[in-house]
């Protein structure tokens, strides 16, 4: 089974209806046919936390629903890897192509597990997809 990097950008459409939330579905739906495993940096507990905060605060979402999203998103089962351990590789790759060290490291993640990694960010992609290929942008999900 082949491990797939998934950032919180993917994670959250899993659960809450957005643009790409079809070509999510159907990465999560490779996930529980058991095609795939979800690798991530530990960091993506917090920065998905922090969406549901955002869409609670500022979208109305509510409060049962919230806890609800985060109930099912904590029954994944994601491999996490302590952001500790790919912290210098997050940096180097984040000072080289002016990026966060929060978007690098996932890629850092990605280049030591050598797998994909998926995300819906399509600036990031742009930015840096040249020199990573295992970057995949969410709407060009197969």
Known sequence: MDYLVVD??????WFVVEPYSTEARRILDAYQN?????????????????????????QGLAVSD?????????QLQIAFMPSA????DALDIAVRHHR???DALYLALSIRE???CVTADEKLVNAVSAHFPNLIWLANWP
Do not use: H
């Open 8 to 13: 919180s950008s993917v994670a959250i459409k």
């Open 34 to 58: 058991g095609t795939i495993s979800f690798i991530a940096p530990d960091l993506i507990n917090a920065e998905f936390g922090n969406i549901i905060w955002k869409k609670k605060t500022f």
């Open 66 to 74: 919230a806890k609800d999203i985060l109930d099912k998103f904590r």
């Open 85 to 88: 351990q790919l912290l210098e």
């Open 100 to 102: 966060t060290v929060y």
């Open 114 to 116: 050598n797998c994909q």
